[in-house]
Each structure stands twice: as structure tokens, then as C-alpha cells.
């Protein structure tokens, strides 16, 4: 008659980035472990407990090891999950914004692997919602506001790209009164910067340009383009800044 022995199996699961791995089990004191394996994947030692591995496809694949001793046997199910490493995200462009009343639409790549999630790095910002790379953000802070799309995959490290968006908060007045008492003598744009280039068109209500300046630098006295005072009455106004006109209105010349 022929005893043996009891036997134990025992090994754990893996997470790994990428498609190979160190399997991790516990060297039997007796009998032989085995390790049973799906088709996609391989090993360099099926009886090792810590065979190299190798995966054709990513994903979580269950492994078992078993030990046999003559008639004693024993198995252990566990997990071998492969993740790939996503590719480096773009965030999109940069933008400039002069009105913080409308969202603004985000234009991320889309992860082809991963999760994306949106977060604030410096400023202030409100995602309608944080894992899409299109969604709409809202509730900038004046100034740079960075948002950063990151790309994460199980364990292996998470991509990144940035993305500035910088919003400069311009106030336009309603009227002024050029008549140089020095108050309220020129049309005066909070928030502008001559170097910027902001281009100011004004129009008379029929429709015709009366004065135009490029590199508006908040110096309109209310003279026409010739050097000539306008007659008192409401005008309209367009800022473009890189051919896009970013506020228009009206204005109320009044002496």
C-alpha cells in the first residue's frame, strides 16, 4: 500500500501593463505543480511557480495551478489581467475666451484604450461631465485656467496633455460723453491690451463704418475717421480680435 501525502496549491492573481508576466505561486514540498493556462497565453516553464508568461490579447485570463501527488491533488484559480498602455492623449488646443457666460465645448482625443478624465490644474473650471474628451466646461477663472486630460489603464501610468484656456473678462460701457471736461471723455474697454491687436469698428445706424481703429488702445474721443465730433446718437460697435468679432453692441454718444 502506497501513502501519500497531502498537498497544497496556492498562488495569486497578477495585474501587469503589457503582455508577458511572472506568474506567482508557492513551490510544493511534495508532488508536482502544473500550471493550466487558457490558449492565448503561454509559459517558458509550466511547472514552475514562477513561469514567464506570455499573452496574444489584453484582458483578465483565469490561470490554475495544480499540484498532484499520486492520487493527492490540489488547485488554485486565480486572474492574470493584461492592460495595455494607452497612447499619448491630445487635449486639444489652446483657447482664448472673452465671455464667461457660454460653455465651452473641450475637443480631447478619444482614448482608444483607458479611461480619460478631465481635471483642473490651475483656475477654475465645471465639467458637464469629467471622462469626456468633448464635453462642455463652464465657470472659468479670469486669466489661464489648465485643464489636463489624463489617460489611465489599470496599473500601468496614466498619459497626459494640457490644455490652456485663458479668458480675458472685457467690459464694454453703454455711453460716454466726449465733451472734455475730462470725465468719461473717451470709450474706454476694461480689459483690453493694445498688443493684444483688438480691432474696433463703429457704425452709425444706417450701417456705415465712422471710425475704425486697429490696435484699439481705448483712445475714441468721438470724431469720425477724418477727425471730425459726431453728432450725439446711439452707435454700434463690433471688437474683433483674429478676424472674430468677440463683443458687439451699442454705444450712446452723448456731449
Do not use: M
Not at 469698428?201 to 465730433?229: H, P, Q, T
Amino acid at each position: 500500500i502506497w501513502a501519500f501525502n497531502p498537498v497544497l496549491a496556492s498562488s495569486s492573481s497578477i495585474e501587469v501593463c503589457g503582455l508577458s508576466t511572472t506568474l506567482q505561486a508557492t513551490q510544493p514540498t511534495e508532488g508536482i505543480g502544473t500550471w493550466i493556462l487558457p490558449q492565448n497565453i503561454t509559459a517558458n516553464d509550466i511547472h514552475s511557480p514562477n513561469a514567464q508568461v506570455f499573452s496574444t490579447s489584453y484582458g483578465s485570463f483565469p490561470v490554475i495551478w495544480e499540484v498532484k501527488n499520486g492520487p493527492c491533488c490540489d488547485t488554485n484559480q486565480t486572474n492574470i489581467t493584461f492592460y495595455e498602455q494607452p497612447a499619448q492623449p491630445n487635449a486639444g488646443n489652446d483657447l482664448e475666451i472673452f465671455d464667461n457666460t457660454l460653455p465651452v465645448v473641450l475637443n480631447a482625443s478619444t482614448p482608444t484604450v483607458g479611461i480619460g478624465t478631465w481635471s483642473v490644474i490651475q483656475g477654475n473650471a465645471v465639467f458637464t461631465d469629467v471622462h469626456s474628451p468633448t464635453c462642455e466646461v463652464s465657470q472659468l477663472s479670469e486669466g489661464e485656467n489648465i485643464l489636463r486630460w489624463t489617460i489611465s489603464s489599470g496599473i500601468c501610468p496614466p498619459v497626459f496633455d494640457d490644455i490652456v484656456i485663458k479668458l480675458f473678462s472685457l467690459f464694454v460701457p453703454e455711453g460716454f460723453s466726449p465733451n472734455g471736461d475730462g470725465k468719461n471723455d473717451f470709450f474706454i474697454i476694461k480689459g483690453i491690451d493694445p498688443n493684444n491687436s483688438y480691432h474696433l469698428l463703429i457704425f452709425d445706424r444706417w450701417g456705415n463704418v465712422v471710425y475704425e481703429k486697429k490696435a484699439y488702445d481705448n483712445s475714441w474721443n468721438g470724431k469720425d475717421n477724418n477727425g471730425n465730433n459726431l453728432p450725439d446718437d446711439t452707435y454700434f460697435y463690433l471688437l474683433e480680435k483674429n478676424n472674430k468679432t468677440i463683443k458687439k453692441g451699442y454705444v450712446i454718444l452723448k456731449r
